[in-house]
């Protein structure tokens, strides 16, 4: 019996031991992970555990772009908490799976630094991170109180625009549940711009070979004045007063989309006191860029706006801008745009015939488009 009673013992204190010693050795293997990553550096601050939970907290972690010449960093992303953990409700449905959950994180594109299109391409190193980090298929993923940035360090004013106040929730990504509906997985995202709000929503299939989905957007009241420093800088002119606001659908399956975006600028004013010391030059530009506003709007709303059809595959997507122009138009001197989602796309958008496609055609896309016209003509 005493023999037993010290194995017991001598058990239970290895197992202290493997508990107290268990967060430095995860620890320093993801820390030697991220300091290894191919163009990129990252540091984690400390790890907890939570074992009766199944789950672990990364605390205070950055992952920075390093430049492969100079071997500068440029600010990537870092998080407050990252609490990784198995989704329980999984597994009543015989699943082993994880979730994850982002608290307080930022994330930084960078021009010429750190981009998306960095991302796209480092895209296997980021998965094979995230399976270091998380061995389960992840199914729950949420991003709490998050900010996205984008930033120009090289464009005068420098440009940093950001959303903030960022809420992610994507559900069902590993297909746990209504695995037999076509668009199982869902993502959900609010954030604030600039005193507007932005309000997401996608149906998908996670699991696809190739991009499912159908989703919508809607971009409400940005406050324009607050964005007078990207304006400045990319368009050369600053405003005194309107907002702008935005509404998209889009579908894609098999590599092919179909979409539209219907941006909306209402109570537009560019030229005001702001531009009194502007150069002549710049005050001519302002006041041809106003008086464009003021043409092109609908007076009784007083807005500006259009809507742009988009549809192709995702090697050679196709804008219509013909179409854009010509709501523009309608607008302005026929029938106000209405400022809402439309809800005309869906899945099933993709798979509209040729012909259908064309008989929506605009009347300004017939009347300057010479090369269909004069197939038409032929085929008569």
């Known amino acids: 019996m005493k023999i037993r009673y010290k194995i017991l013992i001598s058990v239970f204190d290895l197992l202290i031991i493997i508990r107290l010693l268990l967060p430095y050795v995860v620890l320093h293997y993801a820390n030697k992970t991220l300091a290894d990553m191919d163009g990129y550096y990252g540091h984690i601050k400390d790890v907890e555990l939570s074992i009766y939970r199944g789950a672990y907290i990364i605390k205070d972690i950055y992952l920075n772009k390093v430049d492969l010449v100079s071997k500068r960093q440029t600010e990537f992303f870092k998080s407050g908490d990252i609490d990784l953990s198995i989704e329980w409700r999984a597994l009543f449905h015989r699943m082993i799976v994880g979730k994850l959950i982002f608290h307080s994180s930022e994330l930084i594109f960078t021009k010429d630094k750190a981009e998306l299109g960095d991302v796209r391409k480092d895209s296997s190193n980021f998965r094979k991170l995230l399976k270091e980090f998380m061995p389960l298929k992840v199914n729950r993923f949420e991003v709490i109180d998050g900010t996205i940035h984008y930033v120009d360090n090289s464009s005068s004013p420098e440009i940093d625009v950001s959303l903030k106040q960022t809420h992610i929730l994507a559900l069902n990504l590993s297909n746990v549940t209504q695995n037999r509906i076509e668009l199982p997985s869902t993502v959900t995202a609010q954030a604030s711009v600039y005193e507007g709000t932005l309000n997401f929503n996608m149906k998908l299939d996670a699991l696809a070979d190739n991009a499912k989905f159908v989703l919508n957007a809607e971009l409400r009241n940005t406050n324009l004045v607050l964005l007078n420093a990207f ?120 798979t509209a015939g040729a012909d259908q496609r064309e008989d929506k055609k605009g009347v300004l896309w017939r009347m300057f488009s010479p090369g269909k016209r004069n197939t038409e003509t032929k085929n008569e």
């Not at 941006?263 to 537009?268: E, G, Q």
Request: glycine share 8%; proline share 5%.
């Open 231 to 350: 304006l400045k800088a990319y368009g050369n002119f600053d405003v005194n007063r309107g907002t702008f606001s935005l509404y998209t659908e889009m579908a894609t399956k098999d590599g092919k989309f179909k979409g539209y975006v219907k941006p909306f600028i209402k109570d537009l004013k560019v030229v005001g006191p702001q531009d009194r010391n502007d150069s002549f030059l710049q005050k001519i530009w302002e006041h041809m860029v106003g008086a464009a506003g003021v043409l092109l709007k609908n007076q009784r709303k007083d807005q500006l706006a259009s809507k742009i059809p988009m549809e192709g595959t995702f090697n050679s997507p196709k804008p219509d801008a013909l179409d854009g122009i010509w709501e523009v138009l309608r607008n302005a001197f026929i029938q106000a745009l209405i400022p809402s989602i439309d809800n005309e796309i869906s899945i099933h958008s993709i």
